[in-house]
T-cell receptor, first 111, second 112 residues
Framework: SQQGEEDPQALSIQEGENATMNCSYK?????LQWYRQNSGRGLVHLIL?????REKHSGRLRVTLDTSKKSSSLLITASRAADTASYFC???????????FGTGTRLQVFP | EAQVTQNPRYLITVTGKKLTVTCSQN?????MSWYRQDPGLGLRQIYY???????DKGDVPEGYKVSRKEKRNFPLILESPSPNQTSLYFC???????????FGEGSRLTVL
């Protein structure tokens, strides 16, 4: 079952621009996490936001969570070519032990 | 160095030939999980384990088996692989189901 759905599916920007990716989910959650995947490699954890938090920052990353709209956004500021990767949201539903991933947003940052 | 190690990284096999993909973590994590990644479908959970001798089905467990006899190891077993199990497989571990997942580098399996 697909819990998180990212939007857009693909995003192309120039270096220095900001990149915004969105994630929508269906059921109540305990937390929401964002991961990054370089082509064909293992996923790397970026940031976790709990259901009682509305915003969180980590370096050039800013994550927001709106539980009333069941959505989250990941903002990467001042993007770099090295940010080129796929980004996934993952949600942990209340009452379960399963972390469910979305289908991801492919970000391409051109130098 | 904290890591999750999967083997083999690449494998081509034929239908029906049993195979095992090993997964080992050195972080003393209690939670371990297997995922498969297919184009357009994202990551789907196959099986997970909350601790030694405790395993449970994920969303796509059919055709797979797992075991958790030791805390560090969580092998994925394909008793009779079929072409629809051709995929990229990831093992991951965490201190618990709510925490940050650490992923292996992936195992690309092709079943002919």
């Amino acid at each position: 079952s697909q819990q998180g759905e990212e939007d857009p599916q693909a995003l192309s920007i120039q270096e220095g621009e900001n990149a915004t990716m969105n994630c929508s989910y269906k059921t109540s959650i305990n937390n929401l996490q964002w991961y990054r995947q370089n082509s064909g490699r293992g996923l790397v954890h970026l940031i976790l936001i709990r259901s009682n938090e509305r915003e969180k920052h980590s370096g050039r990353l800013r994550v927001t969570l709106d539980t009333s709209k069941k959505s989250s956004s990941l903002l990467i500021t001042a993007s770099r070519a090295a940010d080129t990767a796929s980004y996934f949201c993952a949600t942990l539903s209340g009452g379960t032990d399963k972390l469910i991933f979305g289908t991801g947003t492919r970000l391409q940052v051109f130098p | 160095e904290a890591q999750v190690t999967q083997n083999p990284r690449y494998l081509i096999t034929v239908t029906g030939k049993k195979l095992t993909v090993t997964c080992s973590q050195n972080m003393n994590h209690e939670y371990m999980s297997w995922y498969r990644q297919d184009p357009g479908l994202g990551l789907r959970q196959i099986y997970y384990s909350m601790n030694v001798e405790v395993t449970d089905k994920g969303d796509v467990p059919e055709g797979y088996k797992v075991s958790r006899k030791e805390k560090r190891n969580f092998p994925l077993i394909l008793e009779s692989p079929s072409p629809n199990q051709t995929s990229l497989y990831f093992c991951a571990s965490s201190i618990g189901p709510t925490g940050e997942l650490f992923f292996g580098e992936g195992s690309r399996l092709t079943v002919l």
